[in-house]
């Protein structure tokens, strides 16, 4: 109880909100990490689940590398890139990009994957090119997961890059790693609840971007059950869903 | 239905109940096993008469180094005929320091500086001879330091060679000659510390900042120094790093970091005058140097064992013959 007043009077403390270790400086630094994660992770997950989506092949590729990402001990990789790369932000910056590949990757394909095949069928039958195809039919329809992907690469992202403080950087973990040794543990807890609370925030927008994307022809007609009953494989998310 | 559920959790609980009863009487008997060790009481002679009268019992903190010197004292003290045994890897200052007080070691290699820190909270003590003299104060009852060595396991400054030619740097107190700004890697604590960067400013009127790398001066820091992002990293003085990188450690003639010399902690009735010479003639060969070749040893691919260790080392110095 105490510590939690603590912790939000350490947050409302003006004295540090500014400055280059403030409040401010550092939610911008994390922020900011984010942001080019998410950027890199997509200019590369994207292309490539939109082909394995779109082609339907090498999909058990995917899954098995993603998979394998996905159990990389974070705080052992940056240390280890660390080693390589030298102190800055290349070596975190890439561990946290291929922490984000899979969520963004899976989003990508299963996205494509899952669009109506009769839907495809009938683009083509109208004559469309199978880059048409793509950019004009599975793009917009695929959408809503593919965000839905990428709204998951940016929770972990966020939560994740407060480890790779370990090392000399900017950001939310600057909170917890300075203030673990000292004991000061109202400035840790108010990291945690800065971290959170960012998280909470990313998450809210991607929800509404969620919203907003799905083709105004799929909101009109949607009726979730028709997808069930086609012969295609279906995403394991949507697949899943929908059992008790 | 109802009845029938509050059965099966009445049996589960019940079943939670043994269980526990038979932890408890284990926990008992085990509690009477330790208090029943003749090692334990104060007088060792009125004990069931395990354990040979008079046997030195050396424990050691759970890390390499300090296990090493322990088996170092084991291996010279049995070697001049005393009888001892070890108990390796007992755990933090608080667990192996209560286990000398209860009587389950007798001898314990320590760093004099976390020592005399551990019974007077507010020693001001920081050259080895202060800190040595404390010792004798601040120690409980019954219980003595031998010879301190000269090897010593601290926090310490370190600088490239390169560093070190280019600005004629060799001690804290050359660093103000220094043009370039300077930047220390170290814990983050290290900013607030005073041996840290408010040490730097107060003693030797060194202006620094932190970059902060929470490793301990493992191998991030060292590869910082290397690649020249930081000027300055706290390395602790018996890190293979230091040696492998040809880094200089950096002297502290005003004493901004307390002394970690290695001091035998002994209880003092086993420290007979027979105990005494062995250790301290141990205690007078020991160097720094010792310390860093024998963690290269067990850190790197050898990895060899404690005991495997410390009988080359007291080969290599034949102290007893």
């Known amino acids: ?244 | 239905m109802m009845k029938r559920k509050r059965e099966t959790s009445m049996s589960i609980k019940k079943r939670g109940l043994i269980a526990a009863g038979i932890l408890a009487v284990g926990a008992l008997a085990l509690s009477a096993c330790s208090s029943g060790n003749p090692l334990d009481s104060n007088d060792s002679g009125s004990g069931s008469g395990s354990g040979s009268n008079g046997a030195v019992i050396v424990g050691s903190a759970a890390f390499p180094e300090n296990e090493i010197i322990a088996q170092i004292y084991t291996q010279a003290l049995q070697a001049n005929g005393v009888k001892t045994s070890i108990k390796p890897n007992i755990g933090q200052r608080d667990a192996y320091l209560a286990a000398l007080k209860d009587g389950s070691i007798d001898l314990v290699p320590e760093y004099s500086g976390n020592l005399l820190q551990y019974y007077d909270k507010d020693a001001t003590a920081s050259s080895s001879d202060d800190v040595y003299a404390g010792l004798s104060d601040a120690l409980p009852k019954g219980f003595e330091v031998l010879d301190q060595s000269k090897a010593e396991d601290k926090d310490s400054y370190n600088v490239t060679q390169a560093f070190s030619q280019k600005y004629n740097v060799k001690s804290l107190a050359d660093l103000k000659t220094v043009s370039e700004p300077l930047k220390v890697g170290a814990n983050p604590e290290f900013a607030q510390r005073p041996y840290g960067i408010p040490g730097l400013k107060s003693v030797y009127g060194v202006t620094a900042t932190l970059l902060p790398i929470s490793d301990s001066g493992g191998p991030n820091t060292v590869k910082a120094l290397v690649d020249g992002q930081v000027q300055l990293a706290d390395i602790y003085t018996t890190t293979p790093a230091i040696k492998q990188n040809n880094f200089v450690t950096l002297a502290d003639p005003e004493h901004l970091i307390v002394a970690q010399n290695v001091v035998p902690l002994i209880n003092k009735k086993k420290a007979s005058e027979r105990v005494t010479q062995v250790l301290n003639t141990v205690q007078a060969a020991l160097t720094t140097n010792d310390l860093i070749e024998m963690n290269i040893k067990s850190s790197g691919d050898a990895k060899e064992s404690a005991e495997q260790i410390a009988k080359e080392w007291l080969a290599s110095k034949n102290l007893f013959d």
Request: overall charge positive.
């Open chain 1, 1 to 244: 109880m105490n510590q939690w007043g603590a912790a939000f009077l350490w947050i409302l403390d003006p004295a540090h909100l500014g400055g280059p270790s403030g409040i401010l400086a550092r939610l911008g630094e994390h922020v900011w990490y984010t942001l080019i994660t998410l950027v890199i992770a997509v200019l590369i997950a994207l292309p490539i689940g939109l082909a394995i989506g779109h082609t339907g092949k090498g999909r058990t590729v995917a899954v098995q590398v993603s998979g394998g990402l996905r159990s990389l001990p974070t705080l052992g990789v940056v240390t280890l890139l660390g080693l390589w790369f030298g102190i800055g932000l290349g070596a975190p910056l890439a561990a946290m990009v291929a922490l984000a590949l899979p969520p963004i990757l899976a989003g990508a394909y299963s996205g494509v994957d899952a669009v109506e095949r009769n839907t495809i069928d009938a683009a083509r039958a109208v004559g469309m090119t199978g880059w048409q195809v793509l950019g004009k039919v599975e793009l917009p329809l695929a959408l809503p997961l593919i965000i839905g992907g990428i709204r998951s690469a940016c929770l972990q992202v966020i939560a994740t890059w407060t480890v790779a403080a370990i090392l000399p950087l900017g950001g939310l973990g600057r909170f917890l790693y300075d203030a673990l040794p000292l004991r000061d543990y109202p400035q840790m807890l108010a990291g945690s609840i800065l971290v959170i609370a960012l998280a909470l925030v990313a998450d809210g927008v991607f929800a509404l971007v969620q919203k907003v994307v799905v083709p105004r022809g799929v909101l009109a007609g949607r009726v979730s059950e028709v997808r069930v009953k086609t012969a295609r494989p279906h995403a394991a998310v949507s697949a899943e869903a929908g059992r008790p």
